[in-house]
Each structure stands twice: as structure tokens, then as C-alpha cells.
């Protein structure tokens, strides 16, 4: 058993209020956009793409404890789980490593379908365009989300801009920050940690558990383990 299974099976026992750290969950651009799609219906499909560069590709990112894919891209992979709301049934993925030595894994590319109906697509690369990554070290790079429903289509990019738009009409484009300007305007108010963190006190005043609370973590990581499985790795 890994870490968090053995912290979601006492928590359970004990009946405690637990949260991991998911903040994308929490992004007010994400939040919004998302309850406007779905104002005209359930979701049907949903990609989410994080990409970055490595500045030296003789050397693998991270701290060799975990790979990066499951100590980094697991908030990718926990963002497409969360925006497509129900438990995954099938897996299909290519999980490769470019341009450097070793099996590490750097680009890794998923469908997936959810119990729901939703469709879900990943992409997680460190060999791409975005932030540069330092050996040891990560960075935001490029995190975008996509949320389509019944005509009507979404764009989130917490750190520049997101848009909407419905059936043939124009485009809506929101510099992403607005979004959290009604608690403040520094970083933390538009890229989801204060929504986070103000999540989690309310849900310990309230007796209820956070949504992403150790139990639901386990399920990301076990659909980081599927996305691998599926690929072979």
C-alpha cells in the first residue's frame, strides 16, 4: 500500500476530516466557467493539458523519490477527474520518454472514460513549450483546461487568460485573474489556494469532508498506476 491508501484507510477509522492539496480544484476561473457550462447541461468531454520544458535534457527533473509524472502531474490528473465528476472506467494511454537516457518518463498522453459518459483527455509533457524545469526542481509552465458541453465550450488558464463561448456566437475573453479580485489581488486569490484553503476551514466548521480529501486522492493516484498499466510502463 502507498502512503496516502494507508492515511484514507485511518482517517476512515478515526472518521477525521482529511484534504490533499489539489488546488486547480479551486481555481475561481476554473469554477465558473465550469458551472456555466453546465448550466446548459452535463458535461460531455474535458482536456487538460500541462506542459513544460526541461533545460537540460542530459538530466531527468525531480527528485528521483517519485517520477514526475506521479509527484507532479498527478494535479493534472486529479484536475481531469474533478471537472469530469464520476469514477473512471476505462483507460488508454502512450507513456514515453524523449530526448533524455533512462525509462523516466516525460510525455505521457491519456484518454479516458468516465462511469458518467464524460471523455477525458491528458496531456502531461516535460518536453514541451512552457516554464523551463530545473533538475530538483518544478514549475506551473503551461496549465490549461478545456470543459465542453451542449454548445457551449470552455478555456481555463489560471495564469493568463480563459474564455467561453456558446453556440455560434462570439468569444468571451477574461484575463483569468478577475475571477478572484472579490478577496484580492495577489496570486493566491486567482490561482485557487485561498478558495482551497477557505474550503477546508468551512468544511471543519461544518463537520463535512473536503472534496479532496484522502479518500478521492487515492483515486487519482490510482488512475496515475491505470494511465501507466494501459501503456504498458
Not at 477546508?200 to 484522502?214: G, L, Y
Amino acid at each position: 500500500l502507498n502512503q496516502i491508501q494507508v492515511l484514507s484507510h485511518y482517517a476512515e477509522m478515526n472518521n477525521s476530516l482529511t484534504m490533499v492539496g489539489f488546488q486547480r480544484r479551486f481555481v475561481p476561473a476554473m469554477t465558473t466557467l465550469k458551472a456555466r457550462v453546465e448550466e446548459r447541461g452535463p458535461i460531455h468531454s474535458v482536456i487538460v493539458a500541462n506542459l513544460k520544458s526541461t533545460s537540460n535534457l542530459d538530466k531527468h527533473t525531480g527528485s528521483g523519490i517519485l517520477d514526475q509524472f506521479t509527484s507532479d502531474g498527478m494535479h493534472a490528473v486529479d484536475n481531469l477527474r474533478w471537472l469530469a465528476g464520476s469514477d473512471v472506467e476505462w483507460v488508454t494511454s502512450s507513456v514515453r520518454t524523449l530526448y533524455i537516457p533512462g525509462p523516466v518518463a516525460n510525455d505521457v498522453l491519456a484518454q479516458v472514460e468516465f462511469s458518467n459518459g464524460v471523455i477525458g483527455q491528458l496531456h502531461y509533457s516535460l518536453v514541451s513549450g512552457g516554464a523551463s524545469i530545473q533538475p530538483g526542481a518544478t514549475a506551473a509552465g503551461y496549465f490549461r483546461a478545456e470543459v465542453h458541453g451542449k454548445n457551449i465550450s470552455a478555456t481555463v488558464d489560471a495564469d493568463r487568460q480563459s474564455t467561453i463561448v456558446a453556440d455560434s456566437g462570439e468569444q468571451e475573453i477574461f484575463d483569468s485573474k478577475i475571477f478572484g479580485i472579490s478577496v484580492g489581488s495577489e496570486p493566491e486569490h486567482w490561482l485557487g489556494f485561498w478558495h482551497q484553503a477557505r474550503h477546508f476551514i468551512d468544511c471543519v466548521k461544518e463537520s463535512r469532508n473536503p472534496s479532496s480529501n484522502f479518500t478521492d486522492a487515492v483515486k487519482t493516484w490510482e488512475l496515475i498506476h491505470r494511465i501507466y498499466e494501459s501503456a504498458g510502463a
